[in-house]
């Protein structure tokens, strides 16, 4: 048995591919998980996310019309967002670190690149539930921090210029 | 400058944590392997994900065939990038290759730089031949020369 109630978490699945979204969504009910909400394009995403509210969101990158960085990016800073510090997985075919550093950019907690592995998926979901990031806000970005530790208590200027805190990360 | 923009870091409560209670005791190796059989099991019922994907991918190539463009440069681009997720996950890791391949052509492609049909269905037909002779592993000697072969077109065409 697991040490969580997986039972108790509401997580959205959204994919335009309906065999990854099964795929995940049958890994998601392995785990435990029963409440599970499906989309199949990031407009649909969004009109569930504000339905169901869900503890986590599982994304898709690559979607026709809205993608999964403009889901994200609605999330974090839309006024309409259910809640902007919802922890969002993205999941996709990208595996360039430029991919990952603009995913990171625009607000997501954790990325798992395909193929979809169960050890991987079950760690991104342990480490949005042990570990989770403090939030910052500036001027141009609001989201989880993008230094994997960060000083919760710091307040003060920025440090870093955009070019950076890529860099550096 | 930059010194001076201000900069907020906070914590917020972490309800999930609260939610599913209980404490970090390591990788549930019991929910991994149940959910690992599940995901096989899954797999088997998918035989036709590959058949849908490529289907996909002729029409996304078709479309760009009839009237090159960006919208049928981005669906083809789209066909192609999930093929190469789908496939790695479903064990026909060749296709992934082939696949992944056309969409760093499509991608790192300059818009104002013309995609070649020819190289696209280079791309395609090799996908085909691999999905009819249901190579499932890495070991088809000419399908790897095959996606190598691909793999260097590509890089001539973006110029490396």
Same mark, same amino acid.
């Given at each position: 048995?697991?040490?969580?109630?997986?039972?108790?978490?509401?997580?959205?699945?959204?994919?335009?591919?309906?065999?990854?979204?099964?795929?995940?969504?049958?890994?998601?009910?392995?785990?435990?998980?029963?409440?599970?909400?499906?989309?199949?394009?990031?407009?649909?995403?969004?009109?569930?996310?504000?339905?169901?509210?869900?503890?986590?969101?599982?994304? &898709?990158?690559?979607?026709?019309?809205?993608?999964?960085?403009?889901?994200?990016?609605?999330?974090?800073?839309?006024?309409?967002?259910?809640?902007?510090?919802?922890?969002?997985?993205?999941?996709?075919?990208?595996?360039? $670190?430029?991919?990952?550093?603009?995913?990171?950019?625009?607000?997501?907690?954790? #990325?798992?690149?395909?193929?979809?592995?169960?050890? $991987?998926?079950?760690?991104?979901?342990?480490?949005? $539930?042990?570990?989770?990031?403090?939030?910052?806000?500036?001027?141009?970005?609001?989201?989880?921090?993008?230094?994997?530790?960060?000083?919760?208590?710091?307040?003060?200027?920025?440090?870093?210029? /955009?070019?950076?805190?890529?860099?550096?990360? | 400058?930059?010194?001076?923009? +201000?900069?907020?870091?906070?914590? +917020?409560?972490?309800?999930?944590?609260?939610?599913?209670?209980?404490? #970090?005791?390591?990788?549930?190796?019991?929910?991994?392997?149940?959910?690992?059989?599940?995901? /096989?099991?899954?797999?088997?019922?998918?035989?036709?994900?590959?058949?849908?994907?490529?289907?996909?991918?002729?029409?996304?190539?078709?479309? #760009?065939?009839?009237? +090159?463009?960006?919208?049928?440069?981005?669906?083809?681009?789209?066909?192609?990038?999930?093929?190469?997720?789908?496939?790695?996950? #479903?064990?026909?890791?060749? $296709?992934?290759?082939?696949?992944?391949?056309?969409?760093?052509?499509?991608?790192?492609? +300059?818009?104002?730089? /013309?995609?070649?049909?020819?190289?696209? &269905?280079?791309?395609?037909?090799?996908?085909?031949?691999?999905?009819?002779?249901?190579?499932?592993?890495?070991?088809?000697?000419?399908?790897?020369?095959?996606?190598?072969?691909? /793999?260097?077109?590509?890089?001539?065409?973006?110029?490396?």
């Amino acid at each position: 048995m697991s040490a969580y109630r997986f039972d108790k978490l509401k997580i959205l699945v959204v994919d335009d591919n309906v065999h990854m979204r099964k795929l995940v969504v049958t890994i998601l009910q392995a785990f435990g998980v029963v409440h599970i909400f499906e989309a199949e394009s990031g407009e649909r995403a969004w009109a569930v996310l504000r339905e169901s509210n869900p503890d986590v969101v599982v994304l &898709d990158w690559m979607m026709e019309g809205l993608s999964g960085l403009d889901v994200v990016q609605m999330i974090r800073s839309d006024p309409q967002t259910p809640n902007p510090f919802v922890p969002v997985i993205m999941l996709t075919g990208h595996t360039s $670190i430029d991919r990952v550093r603009q995913a990171r950019d625009a607000g997501i907690n954790e #990325f798992i690149a395909k193929p979809v592995s169960v050890k $991987i998926m079950m760690s991104r979901l342990m480490s949005v $539930i042990e570990n989770p990031r403090p939030f910052v806000r500036t001027k141009s970005y609001f989201g989880p921090c993008r230094r994997r530790r960060g000083n919760p208590e710091y307040r003060g200027p920025e440090r870093r210029t /955009e070019k950076t805190a890529i860099a550096a990360e | 400058m930059s010194r001076q923009q +201000p900069i907020e870091l906070f914590m +917020p409560p972490n309800m999930l944590k609260a939610k599913v209670g209980g404490s #970090f005791v390591g990788l549930d190796m019991a929910a991994i392997n149940r959910a690992e059989a599940a995901m /096989e099991e899954l797999k088997s019922q998918f035989a036709d994900w590959a058949q849908d994907d490529v289907r996909r991918l002729v029409a996304a190539r078709d479309a #760009f065939a009839a009237e +090159p463009g960006s919208t049928t440069r981005a669906g083809l681009l789209r066909a192609a990038h999930d093929m190469k997720g789908q496939a790695a996950t #479903f064990n026909y890791p060749l $296709i992934a290759q082939v696949a992944g391949s056309l969409s760093h052509l499509i991608h790192d492609l +300059p818009e104002t730089a /013309e995609l070649s049909l020819g190289l696209v &269905d280079a791309h395609v037909n090799a996908i085909h031949v691999i999905y009819r002779d249901k190579v499932m592993d890495m070991s088809n000697k000419v399908a790897l020369a095959l996606s190598k072969e691909l /793999e260097a077109r590509v890089a001539e065409a973006l110029g490396g």
